[in-house]
Each structure stands twice: as structure tokens, then as C-alpha cells.
């Protein structure tokens, strides 16, 4: 009897040692293909092993950041979140997250593309499954009734040659203004849409090789430039200042939406095969689009992090990410990936977008001083299309930025010295 109750005993306390460990995700409660994506795949985690088992909790959009925000202040973050790429060099600042190179595979974090990973100083600190990407829309028609050839990633407009092209377009009289640039986004869409402009010129945001200065690199003469091109879109009434509501292209009132992928199914339902996808002007370098969306890191606080790693290395595998575009249908971060899409493998309908994603993405500094910066830029090129001089408005960019960088001792890459100095 006794030995059968120290057998009946062991057994049981082998049934609760062989409980999979919990591993919490908090992410934000976003659009229901997205969820369901999500959910899927953590089904699929959580049913290829017994050793973990991962829960999600969802926050919603509108407080998630702050909910994190306030989590991290009081060491309450669970194993793994989601981050908006761009502020995962301030997490990684913080100390809140931490380095993913020692813990997924070398040669899972190699596949991903430029808008599969978020970085800080070097390190990986977030990687993630789906992207999107800029692109100029037109109706094959609409171009063909001006003269006007179709860009190709081979031969993309000029900087110049758009412009013509829309001042073509205007004295045509169809198009009162001719390009849709989503005047009534607010926010990361100026950085997103709009540096790529900058970079593409030879330009930037900031000095990446120190992340220390604006100073010469925002309002250098070549940025300034392109200022002035965004500001006389809006002098010569090209692009419409203040746009009642987004629907200028699907009605026809613009030749032109340069906007995102996110509007693939849309337009593709819509036009169907009159629909062209084309890069965005080059102004010198090559044309050049934002990276990066919404990705997962793992806590500082996690008492799994190999648990974590699991799951996180699961989500960028080949098939899970092409599981997730198939259900979203939003590209792709790994060729591989992609190749088990129908939309982005080499022959499929959208394979322009994931060509973009892989030949122009430039991800937005890694620096946890780029949510300043970003909103600092959006000031400046609402300005410049309100009528002020882009040397005017990039100079009192530059001089916020540089004093911000200062009162916060270089965000982690060493003292600045210079201008904005304290």
C-alpha cells in the first residue's frame, strides 16, 4: 500500500512537472484579419510542443503604448511585446527589452529583410513577419491619355520628370490635382512617406554614422532642395493643401496616390489589370521607401526567455510568415517567405511590392531620440506646405533636434559636441 501511494504520487508530481510553462504576450488589439492571423499562429506554437505554452493578452491600440510604457516603469512587462518598430530603440535604451542575437537562430535573423528587424546600436532587438511598402499608383488608361510612359523599377520617374508629368496633367484640365499625397494623415506618415524623399536625394534624417547631429544633414542643401520640390507641389496646386476626404484616385480626380501596399486589395479590386504599381521617384540615388511595422521583443523581465525565443523564432519561420500574408495579405519579410505566397512569389499579382520592400526599404534611425525627431520633421514639412521656405523650416528643425539630442546626452551614443551642446 505504501509503495503504491509513493508510485501514485510520483506519478503525479511528474503530470505537474510536464505542465507547459506560460509564456505572456501583450500585443495591440488591431484589425480583425491581423488578430486572427496572430491567433492562428499561436494555436499552431502551442500545439507543436508541450514545453511552453504562450497566452496573449490584447491591448487596445489607441493605450497601448502607454500601457507598456507604464508596465516597463514598474518591472511588470510580460515575456514578449509588440513595439512599433521605430520606438524599439527606446525600449532597447531603456534597458526594457533585450539583444535577440544570442537568442533566435544567425540564420533565421539573415533572412529577414531590411523590415523584419529593429535595431539599436548594432543589436537586434525585435523582429517581426509582415511589412508594408510605398508605391505610386496610376491607372494604365489615365497615362496612357496623357503620353505618359508607365515608371518601371528598371527606369523609375526622375524627380524632374514627375514633376512635368504632373504639370501635365493640370493643364490637361482632368485633373485639378493631379497627385494624392494623403494630405489629411497626420503623424509618422511624414517621416514614412516623406524622408525616403530625402534619402533617395542622398540625404537624411539625421548623421547615422554617429546618430549625434541633424546639424548638416537636415538642412544641408541638398534636403533643403527637397523641401522646396515638396513645396511647390502645393504652390503650383498639384497636391491639394487641405483635401476634403481620401478618395481623389478611386474617383479619378488624381493621376497619382503615392500611399501604401495597405491599399493593394483595394485598388487591385477595383481597376484590376488598368492598375500600375510603380516605385517612387528617384531624386538621385535610386528610389527609396520606410521600413518596418509593427514587430515583437523580448522583456529584460522575462524569466523564459528561451521560452520566448521559441515562439519568436516559430514566428519567422518561412511558413508562418507566408501563413500570415496569406491571411493579411501584407508582404512578407523573407524570400522564402514569400515564395509560398500566391501574391509574392516571383510569377504572383503583388510581387512588386515585395521587390520594393527588398531593393529600396531604409529602415528610420535606429535611435531613441527618432520619435523627436519624427515629430520634429512633421512640424517642419507642415510648415513648408503651409507656404514656409524649406530653409527656414528645416533650420528650425535642426536647431530643436540638436538641443534635444543634447539635453539628453546623445541617447546612448556618446555626448554630442557642436552645435545644441550643453
Known amino acids: 500500500?505504501?509503495?503504491?501511494?509513493?508510485?501514485?504520487?510520483?506519478?503525479?508530481?511528474?503530470?505537474?512537472?510536464?505542465?507547459?510553462?506560460?509564456?505572456?504576450?501583450?500585443?495591440?488589439?488591431?484589425?480583425?484579419?491581423?488578430?486572427?492571423?496572430?491567433?492562428a499562429a499561436v494555436e499552431r506554437f502551442n500545439?507543436?510542443?508541450?514545453?511552453?505554452?504562450?497566452?496573449?493578452?490584447?491591448?487596445?491600440?489607441?493605450?497601448?503604448?502607454?500601457?507598456?510604457?507604464?508596465?516597463?516603469?514598474?518591472?511588470?512587462?510580460?515575456?514578449?511585446?509588440?513595439?512599433?518598430?521605430?520606438?524599439?530603440?527606446?525600449?532597447?535604451?531603456?534597458?526594457?527589452?533585450?539583444?535577440?542575437?544570442?537568442?533566435?537562430p544567425a540564420d533565421a535573423l539573415a533572412r529577414l529583410l531590411e523590415g523584419g528587424r529593429g535595431t539599436y546600436k548594432g543589436k537586434v532587438y525585435s523582429v517581426g513577419q509582415l511589412d508594408v511598402v510605398l508605391a505610386l499608383f496610376a491607372r494604365r488608361s489615365q497615362l496612357a491619355s496623357l503620353g505618359v510612359r508607365e515608371a518601371t523599377m528598371e527606369k523609375p520617374y526622375t524627380a524632374v520628370e514627375f514633376h512635368d508629368i504632373l504639370a501635365t496633367a493640370k493643364r490637361s484640365g482632368?485633373?485639378?490635382?493631379?497627385?494624392?499625397?494623403?494630405?489629411?494623415?497626420?503623424?509618422e506618415w511624414y517621416s514614412y512617406a516623406f524622408s525616403p524623399w530625402l534619402q533617395s536625394a542622398g540625404t537624411d534624417l539625421i548623421d547615422r554614422t554617429t546618430y549625434l547631429h541633424v546639424d548638416g544633414v537636415l538642412n544641408n542643401d541638398t534636403a533643403v532642395g527637397v523641401g522646396r520640390y515638396y513645396g511647390r507641389l502645393f504652390k503650383e496646386k498639384l497636391v491639394?493643401?487641405?483635401?476634403?476626404?481620401?478618395?481623389?484616385?478611386?474617383?479619378?480626380?488624381?493621376?497619382?496616390?503615392?500611399?501604401?501596399?495597405?491599399?493593394?486589395?483595394?485598388?487591385?479590386?477595383?481597376?484590376?489589370?488598368?492598375?500600375?504599381?510603380?516605385?517612387?521617384?528617384?531624386?538621385?540615388?535610386?528610389?527609396?521607401i520606410g521600413a518596418a511595422s509593427w514587430q515583437w521583443g523580448i522583456t529584460q523581465s522575462c524569466r523564459n526567455p528561451d521560452g520566448a525565443?521559441?515562439?519568436?523564432?516559430?514566428?519567422?519561420?518561412?511558413?508562418?510568415?507566408?501563413?500570415?500574408?496569406?491571411?493579411?495579405?501584407?508582404?512578407?519579410?523573407?524570400?522564402?517567405?514569400?515564395?509560398?505566397?500566391?501574391?509574392?512569389?516571383?510569377?504572383?499579382?503583388?510581387?512588386?511590392?515585395?521587390?520594393?520592400?527588398?531593393?529600396?526599404?531604409?529602415?528610420?534611425?535606429?535611435?531613441?531620440?527618432y520619435p523627436a525627431l519624427s515629430s520634429t520633421f512633421e512640424k517642419a514639412m507642415a510648415d513648408i506646405?503651409?507656404?514656409?521656405?524649406?530653409?527656414e523650416a528645416l533650420d528650425e528643425a535642426v536647431e530643436a533636434m540638436e538641443h534635444n539630442i543634447a539635453r539628453n546626452n546623445g541617447y546612448g551614443f556618446g555626448a554630442p559636441k557642436g552645435r545644441g551642446a550643453l
Open 47 to 104: 500545439g507543436s510542443q508541450s514545453r511552453w505554452k504562450v497566452v496573449v493578452e490584447a491591448i487596445p491600440q489607441g493605450s497601448y503604448t502607454e500601457s507598456i510604457t507604464a508596465a516597463s516603469m514598474v518591472g511588470q512587462l510580460p515575456c514578449v511585446i509588440a513595439l512599433d518598430q521605430p520606438t524599439v530603440p527606446n525600449f532597447a535604451w531603456a534597458g526594457h527589452i533585450r539583444s535577440l542575437d544570442t537568442l533566435l
Open 240 to 288: 491639394e493643401r487641405h483635401p476634403a476626404d481620401d478618395r481623389a484616385f478611386e474617383q479619378g480626380r488624381s493621376l497619382f496616390h503615392y500611399t501604401g501596399s495597405w491599399k493593394a486589395r483595394e485598388y487591385s479590386e477595383r481597376f484590376g489589370g488598368d492598375l500600375v504599381v510603380m516605385p517612387p521617384p528617384d531624386f538621385g540615388r535610386g528610389p527609396k
Open 385 to 391: 506646405r503651409s507656404g514656409k521656405d524649406a530653409a
Open 309 to 369: 525565443a521559441a515562439f519568436l523564432t516559430h514566428l519567422i519561420s518561412s511558413p508562418e510568415i507566408a501563413a500570415a500574408s496569406r491571411m493579411t495579405g501584407l508582404v512578407p519579410v523573407t524570400a522564402e517567405g514569400a515564395m509560398l505566397t500566391e501574391h509574392y512569389r516571383p510569377d504572383g499579382d503583388w510581387r512588386a511590392y515585395f521587390e520594393f520592400a527588398r531593393r529600396y526599404a531604409v529602415a528610420r534611425p535606429a535611435t531613441p531620440a
Open 1 to 39: 500500500m505504501k509503495r503504491a501511494l509513493i508510485v501514485l504520487l510520483a506519478g503525479m508530481a511528474g503530470t505537474v512537472m510536464a505542465a507547459p510553462v506560460e509564456i505572456r504576450v501583450w500585443r495591440h488589439d488591431t484589425g480583425d484579419l491581423e488578430m486572427a492571423a496572430g491567433r
Open 174 to 187: 482632368h485633373y485639378r490635382f493631379p497627385l494624392d499625397l494623403n494630405g489629411r494623415f497626420k503623424g
